[in-house]
């Protein structure tokens, strides 16, 4: 169980390295993007600033049409210089909602790495117990939200067990049949403890076999709870 849970700890440091480079490299790319970008872009008042330089060495310029035709001049560039500040602040948001995107993927990238690592975990450990909720007064035993009933006897067992191990305690079986049956440990016997287990493990790993292999289908009869497509016959 230490060496399960040590590498789950490593696989999430692992995982949580790479989200966090990725993340650095996505905003170091982006940045240098944007930077090349608007160095790149033609300044917004270039366009004035040369209607201006015409504006003095032209300043001969004196009928009515050429004044007018320096006046178009100017009010274009200003219309250029409008324009090319919203191409901008365009260019910015697309920059943004990139970046966004770009980190929603990447978040996603992970996730699923997480689940295709978790998903081998299942698969090379068999069934992996995330809940187990033990009730008493139904004497039944729930594994993963599946109920499965047992006699008073091993309802007793895996209390005592399940209490043992919230103390991370290990316990031989005559302790085992002191604690169920009250009495000191010194008068038990070490069977009588591994009896209780056996009957334990027969009761729940056979009502488990029923409920996820061989399954009980009422007036029919039995089948596998398994796809065909995995069942390989050598």
Do not use: H
Request: charged fraction near 20%; include cysteine; proline fraction near 0%.
């Amino acid at each position: 169980m230490q060496d399960n849970s040590t590498s789950a700890s490593e696989a999430r440091r692992a995982g949580n390295r790479i989200v966090t480079l990725g993340l650095a490299g996505i905003i170091a790319i982006l940045g240098v993007t944007a930077v090349l970008l608007f160095r790149n872009l033609p300044d917004a008042n270039a366009f004035n600033m040369k209607v201006e330089a015409l504006f003095i060495a032209n300043d001969d310029l004196t009928t009515e049409a050429e004044i007018k035709l320096l006046e178009i001049l100017a009010q274009s560039g200003t219309a250029f210089s409008e324009t090319l500040a919203s191409y901008r602040v365009a260019i910015f948001v697309l920059l943004v909602f990139a970046s966004a995107l770009l980190i929603a993927a990447l978040a996603l990238l992970a996730m699923l790495v997480g689940l295709n690592r978790r998903m081998a975990q299942i698969e090379s450990s068999g069934i992996q117990v995330s809940s187990l909720l033990i009730s008493r007064e139904e004497n039944t035993v729930y594994l993963n939200n599946m109920g499965f009933k047992l006699t008073d006897a091993a309802m007793e067992t895996l209390s005592v067990l399940a209490e043992a191990r919230l103390d991370d305690d290990v316990l031989s079986g005559a302790e085992i049949e002191a604690i169920v049956s009250g009495r000191n440990a010194a008068d038990c016997d070490e069977a009588a403890g591994a009896t209780r287990i056996k009957r334990l493990r027969d009761t729940l790993g056979n009502q488990m076999v029923s409920e996820l292999l061989v399954k009980n289908i009422t007036r029919r009869g039995y089948m596998l709870a398994v796809d065909k497509d995995v069942i390989k016959v050598l």
